[in-house]
């Protein structure tokens, strides 16, 4: 869930602020030997080599209205968020994250989720983009209306506590999914995240699960929501092909709008 990837994709995180790189990261940290023998559901296979997952660009996006503090969210509140097929430029799904002041129909404190196209692609660029206008205002409502029209939208509290997130690997329930990793933009020299996508048969969004190498205090997925981050598909579903680790998640209880 994207406080905030993609929360909360949850997930669902602040403006003006830069992520500096510790170091440069070692290959053998990317990509572990470990390969999941779950059989638990589908997984979508990889047709592209893997990517690095690096960080696309260390500086932090600034949002438009980012007026409520980030603590226990997944993605930032009065942000918007893209995720893109980094082989056909395709916007597959597309986030939209109301604050206190939410559009007329929406909810306060809520991430939307609206799915374009099926996810099947094996790299996704998560991209965040700022509103038009600040929140309460008619160009923000428009703006956030628009961002998700032309997709099915399903939905989930934008606030999290810390005790929910769960040491140990969440078993999908849907029988398609895929799960994504990414550099932790808050330690990119050893963190790791990951997001574990479900689908129905008719290739539809129905819930994200966020992990993450450790456990945060304030329940969020990101301190600093990076501009860019590059999320690349694993083997399986098994948190431990990403990197041999402690890993917590949180799944996303998701509903349709």
Known sequence: MVRALFVSLTASLLAGCVVEPAGDVAEQDLMPASVSTSTQGDHDDISDAPGDGEPESNTIASLAGGTDLPFKHQIP????????????????????????????????????WSRLRPVKASVLSMESVGFAGEPGTPAYDKDFDDWLSGGNVIATAQEVSPLQWIEGEYVPQAPHNALYWAVDPDAPSTGRIGLLLERDGQDELLSMTWYRTNRRMDGQIFETLPSKLKFTQVQGIDPDTIKEATWYYIHCAMRPE
């Open 77 to 112: 509140v009065d942000s918007k968020l893209k995720f893109v097929d980094t082989r056909t430029n395709d916007v597959l799904l597309k986030v939209a994250v109301s604050g206190t002041q939410p559009p007329p129909d929406y909810t306060a404190r809520t991430e939307y």
